[in-house]
């Protein structure tokens, strides 16, 4: 059963303090790792592919960086606009590989 | 921005009563996926849906869930008989046939309240 573990729960950073978040899986053959973002009340809104160890994505002040055990959203100077919810979701090839797996996320909160 | 639109924002029942969630997903897209998020939990794949049927289902979706393409526009949930754990946000989500399998578009949800 694919497995996906968010860490940490929470976290609170100023404004400018760079942080990673992490996700660590484990799947019966990756093909895909994705990043999301969800805000209150909302869907989850797409940020990022990754598909093998070694990739590297990058969006304003966000880069996902992926190994072969686990994936990282590096936050680089965030800004009061970054809190949210980060989640992370592995596709593997159980099933018919339509369904992705999300861990619990990582709650952001960026203060002035 | 294209966006994926969800009805109702919020729905409430009694325990055993028939529910209908609907959602309208973007017009060209192809490939359409029901997730739900229990309070505090963690989004869950329920079913992927795919040129008129069923792709890939969860044990989650059960006999009491099924899921209909009824047009071009519409695709909608429905639970049967509503269980008191059927309590949650309920997700649509769809995907342009050239995207990979996991960069979905989700709709803002239904949250769907069982007394």
């Known amino acids: 059963e694919d497995q996906v573990t968010q860490s940490p729960e929470a976290l609170r950073l100023q404004e400018g303090e760079s942080s990673s978040l992490n996700c660590s899986y484990t799947?019966?053959?990756?093909?895909?790792l994705f990043w999301y973002r969800q805000d209150p009340g909302k869907g989850p809104e797409f940020l990022f592919t990754l598909y093998s160890a070694g990739e590297e994505k990058e969006k304003e002040r966000l880069k996902a960086t992926l190994t072969k055990k686990e994936s990282f959203l590096h936050i680089t100077a965030p800004k009061p606009e970054d809190s949210a919810t980060y989640l992370c979701?592995?596709?593997?090839?159980?099933?018919?590989?339509?369904?992705?797996?999300f861990g619990t996320g990582t709650q952001l909160k960026v203060e002035l | 921005e294209p966006e994926v639109t969800q009805t109702p924002s919020h729905q409430v029942t009694q325990m055993g009563q028939e529910v209908i969630l609907r959602c309208v997903p973007i017009?060209?897209?192809?490939?359409f996926y029901w997730y739900r998020q229990i309070l505090g939990q963690k989004v869950e794949f329920l079913v992927s849906?795919?040129?008129?049927?069923?792709?890939?289902k969860s044990e989650i979706f059960d006999d009491q869930f099924s899921v209909e393409r009824p047009d071009g526009s519409n695709f909608t949930l429905k639970i049967r008989s509503t269980k008191l754990e059927d309590s949650a946000m309920y997700f649509c989500?769809?995907?342009?046939?050239?995207?990979?399998?996991?960069?979905?578009?989700f709709g803002e949800g239904s949250r769907l309240t069982v007394l």
């Open positions: 017009s060209n897209h192809l490939y």
């Open positions: 799947v019966s053959g990756l093909r895909g």
């Open positions: 979701a592995v596709r593997g090839i159980t099933g018919g590989g339509n369904k992705l797996t």
């Open positions: 849906f795919y040129n008129n049927e069923i792709s890939e």
């Open positions: 989500a769809s995907r342009a046939e050239l995207a990979a399998t996991g960069e979905l578009f």
